[in-house]
């Protein structure tokens, strides 16, 4: 009996500590599975506020409202019923549901076992009379502290009220709204001049979806990173339903491609998901890797020949091209990316795509990679020739020379290109939907093939830019034959 009652109690204080612990104590039906355990470790942090900004990314029915909108608010008010929290979702009548659950949960006798000092009005009130404390589906206050939690819906008011914790989830209903460019500008302009200006001293941001669009709020959120230095620093945590190398966590006990949750969607009914609802929606929804549903016309990792480890001995023609950054202040996270992409033709008339780099450079830094990357090149592969682009005018024409001067001793040409990227890129396009390209396994796979993919919608195009310069250099007559050196 005596080690029932200290189990009891040892399960008692756990509960008032850590939200995975007041989850299955506070519901005796809750399945922590590890995603969840490991989702609640990130939740602790925020709550101590040893983590003030945190996003996290899961797919569809996996958990996450159950833990981030209804347990956790209930949590931190048992810890801090002088705390003040907005909680919001693409919809008011969402906010509101989540608001009654976690009403429910405060009212429980076992919540009252945990957390004795946090209690609600005894019934509902939707203005404050006679001392009473307010409490109704859109606000609610905790007697005797401070404490209130007020739910809205995007673009609902939340005015008057200050936030110690404000909780975004999955702020886009659908498919249609994610597309909108309307809706995603509405949501950003509520979030920047409502939302988030009522955050107290201190505050901590919860911002949780399923990613439906690369320019969805989140990824708004962390292209402020790359483009300002003084941005919020956010901390992400990505849960894809397929474990993906390139994605992997720290703390991940899967394999690649093992399922997030396999006792409700293992991966015979992940692979009819994805069957059912497309590569584009599986990619955004469930992997948390949106692209432009337009993407994919150009070129799919599907049509690559072969993923080789050793760069063959049979190619007879290297180019190496660059998409130079149309911009040079990298200190401050506005520059551009300049990318350098290496493509061989092989004597077999296959191509080989055998290295990619990409970053975001100063000036200087942008000059001093093309020509360390020539010597490079040219220690490995004998003859490279370097393509780069020359701007329109006489400043594009002058900045052309300064590099062929700066690249003496190698093989270099600078090209006015004509055209729209799209066209420019069909060539190529042509040979990779033949199945007529090779790619060398290397860490920059992903980045590359997630660009090729999204082209021509996508954000960015530097990558395909530098792709098709590269195989357009490769079928001009005058490119040397490296058999002819030999």
Known sequence: MKGQVDIARIRLNLARRHLADFATFTDVRYQLNWHHALLCDYLDKLVSKEITRLMVFMPPRHGKSELVSRKLPAFIFGKNPDSQIIATSYSADLAQRMNRDVQRIIDSPVYGEVFPDT?????????????????????????????????????????????????????IKNREEASSAVYRAKLWEWYTSTLYTRQEKNGAILVTLTRWHED?????LLEQINKNKDAEKWEVLLLPALCEAEDCHPQEPRQEGEALWPDKYDCN???????????NQWAALYQQRPRPAEGGMYFKRSQIGDMISTIPADVIRWVRAWDLAATTDA????????????????????????????????????RQTVKHTAQMDKERLKQVRIRLPQDPGQAGKE?????IKFLSGFDVTAVLESGSKEVRAEPMAAQWQAGNFDVLVAPWNETYFNQLESFPAGKFKDMVDASSSAFTELELKNVFDIRALT
Do not use: C
């Open 399 to 403: 900045q052309a020379q300064s590099y």
């Open 331 to 366: 200190e401050s996270g506005d520059a551009a990316y300049t990318s350098g992409v290496l493509i061989g033709k092989r004597k077999n008339g296959r191509y080989v795509v055998a290295d990619v780099i990409n970053g975001r450079m100063s000036a200087n830094d942008v």
């Open 216 to 220: 969805d709020l989140a990824g708004r």
């Open 269 to 279: 009914a992940l692979a009819k998901i994805r069957a059912t609802i497309g590569a």
């Open 119 to 171: 209690v609600l009005y005894g019934k509902n009130i939707r203005t404050v009379r006679n001392g009473a404390y307010m409490r109704n589906s859109d606000i609610f206050e905790i007697v005797g502290h401070r404490g209130a939690y007020r739910s809205a819906g995007v673009g609902g008011g939340i005015t008057g009220m200050g936030a110690n914790y404000i909780i975004v989830d999955d702020p």
